[in-house]
């Protein structure tokens, strides 16, 4: 193997573990509720077609309100998983995708929670790997067109 194919993988295996940690100190700020940890994830161009309220979200402005308004909608203790996380990952650009189990437990004690699908795309910003892209989808069913939440990996 030659240095130059070292070096590349060295930096894909850092990148991809940078990702990886990313993702984490996400994942781990939406538990927390904490929006200005969560926005920090967030490149200020960012585009994200989430799975609810809006076809899509341009810039961390309007993607700060709809986070509010998620955290607002769910006021309990955030469930909030990922699983089968997948990245791929570059000198300055990475996309990863996974598994989401997310909800929270309603005020009966019951948990309402359901799993959707996530593609992520990162890009080294000033020595950050930020989130320029994401889009959160749930399968549905074609005739009645509700989503398929109760789906479990």
């Known amino acids: 193997m030659s240095s130059k194919t070292m070096t590349n993988r060295k930096i ?7 990702i990886r940690v990313a993702v984490d100190g996400w994942v781990e700020a939406v538990q927390k509720r904490d929006l200005d940890r969560i926005m920090s994830y967030y490149a200020p161009d960012v585009v994200s077609f989430d799975a609810i309220l809006a076809l899509q979200f341009k810039g961390r402005d309007a993607y700060r309100k709809h986070w509010q308004a998620c ?46 699908r996530a593609t992520v795309c990162y890009r080294s910003i000033g020595r950050r790997w930020l989130i320029v892209h994401e889009h959160f989808s749930a399968p549905f069913d074609m005739e009645s067109g509700k989503a398929l939440l109760n789906l479990v990996p």
């Open 12 to 18: 894909e295996t850092t990148a991809e573990d940078e």
């Open 71 to 116: 955290l607002d909608m769910c006021t309990s203790e955030m469930a909030f998983e990922v699983r089968e996380l997948t990245v791929a990952a570059d000198r300055d650009v990475a996309f990863c995708h996974y598994l989401l189990s997310c909800g929270g437990t309603k005020e009966d004690g019951e948990k309402e929670v359901g799993w959707m």
